[in-house]
């Protein structure tokens, strides 16, 4: 039984993954953007390591071409500059707050790579505050894992 579960969820995964999954693109496109517009600079690297971060995701991946991220990323940072906008971009991150840890472990990963380009500022941390209690994951946590981790960049991809 446990057997047929785990095929069945697999075959689940792997049609999402083909489908895409529009809500965790999201998820992870709207926290990039809060942190890369928290400081009230959109510097290059933070978008480029964004992208980055988000292809790392299979179902991302294969859901999502380049094109379709980055325009994505661009609509989620144009919302960003305004409070509105930053609290439309946290229920998007917070329509993944039911999904397994996973996939809102990535999501708040994504922003924190984002966040810890030049180190993460005061101002970006709150913001990855935010995000951690939209996705109901422990910051402190994953902002260890992000440490322990070279954060990637373009060019290492």
Do not use: C, W
Request: hydrophobic letters at 50%; charged letters at 25%; zero cysteines.
């Amino acid at each position: 039984m446990n057997a047929l579960k785990d095929l069945l969820a697999r075959f689940g995964r792997t049609v999402t993954a083909y489908a895409g999954d529009e809500a965790l693109m999201q998820a992870g496109i709207s926290a990039a953007a809060n942190v890369i517009v928290a400081d009230g600079e959109v510097a290059g690297d933070e978008f480029e390591t964004a992208l980055v971060g988000l292809r790392a995701n299979p179902i991302i991946e294969k859901g999502y071409d380049l094109l379709m991220l980055e325009e994505a990323l661009y609509e989620a940072i144009a919302r960003a500059r305004t409070r509105a906008g930053r609290v439309e971009n946290l229920r998007r991150v917070a329509a993944i707050a039911g999904r397994p840890m996973e996939q809102r472990q990535d999501a708040f990963l994504v922003a924190a790579d984002v966040a810890d380009h030049e180190g993460v500022s005061e101002i970006e941390d709150k913001a990855l505050t935010e995000i951690a209690a939209a996705l109901i994951v422990d910051k402190a946590e994953l902002m260890q894992t992000a440490i322990a981790q070279p954060t990637p960049t373009p060019s290492s991809v």
